[in-house]
């Protein structure tokens, strides 16, 4: 049974940081792309950053460069996006996915439920 599972989110002030992981199952992962989505409230969907198969590319939406860094694992079968200089319009729910390759959301195989982030004073 293919599983991929967020964890990590919470509140946090502005300023501050949080480190999501995405643990996955059932599929091989060494093998996928991860890219990171998320669904900020009155949005549709929009992706984050994506971290290909061997972790050699990685690839940021303009509006979180240079803030938030992305990684894996794949001995843990893990991807990580670690999250710094949080802004309140990076609250929303983060989903992590899992593809032959980065790129468009419809690429993607598999998807985890979501964890909520909420950047608040």
């Known amino acids: 049974q293919v599983k991929l599972v967020e964890s990590g989110g919470g509140w946090v002030q502005p300023g501050g940081s949080l480190r999501l992981s995405c643990g996955s199952s059932?599929?091989?992962?060494?093998?996928?792309?991860i890219g990171w989505f998320r669904r900020v409230p009155g949005k549709e969907r929009e992706g984050v950053s994506c971290i290909s198969d061997t972790g050699g590319q990685t690839y940021y939406f303009a509006s979180v460069k240079g803030r938030f860094t992305v990684s894996r694992d794949n001995a843990k079968n893990t991807s990580y996006l670690q999250m710094d200089s949080l802004k309140p319009e990076d609250t929303g729910i983060y989903y992590c996915?899992?593809?032959?390759?980065?790129?468009?959301?419809?690429?993607?195989?598999?998807w985890g439920r979501g964890t909520q982030v909420i950047v608040s004073s």
């Open positions: 059932g599929f091989g992962f060494e093998y996928h792309a």
């Open positions: 996915a899992a593809g032959l390759m980065c790129g468009a959301e419809t690429g993607y195989d598999y």
